[in-house]
């Protein structure tokens, strides 16, 4: 449409009246997969420190440092998630984006230290 003109009506359309599309709620709908996703992996670390026979102070650290790590990740997630429920949602800031990273590589890193760890 032209103009910014609306299907069944004349005019432009005022700057208040967006239609946004089905585009936040697929990118609300990725982070909570998302979340799941984190959260299926810290659940699993947990699991494994669980089945360990005789989990040492290294592994009971990671598993922890695993959970704060996933809370972090999920306070991050939620709070995008809150703001793409605004009319014009921001974009995502640097310092966000790179905090989301770095709990992500660090969860990783955690998971993979508790499954290789000593008595492995």
């Not at 026979?53 to 998630?81: D, I, N, S, Y």
């Amino acid at each position: 449409m032209a103009g910014g003109a609306r299907p069944g009506g004349p005019g432009p359309r005022p700057a208040s009246d967006r239609d946004p599309g089905l585009q936040p709620e697929r990118t609300r709908l990725a982070w909570r997969r998302t979340t799941l996703s984190a959260t299926a992996m810290a659940v699993l670390a947990g699991r494994q420190l669980l089945q360990s026979r005789a989990p040492g102070p290294v592994e009971a650290v990671l598993a922890v440092l695993t959970g704060l790590l996933w809370l972090a990740f999920v306070a991050l997630a939620h709070h995008r998630m809150r703001a793409m429920a605004t009319d014009r949602p921001p974009g995502l800031p640097t310092r966000t984006a790179l905090l989301l990273v770095a709990c992500t590589l660090a969860v990783a890193l955690c998971g993979a230290a508790i499954l290789v760890g000593p008595g492995r």
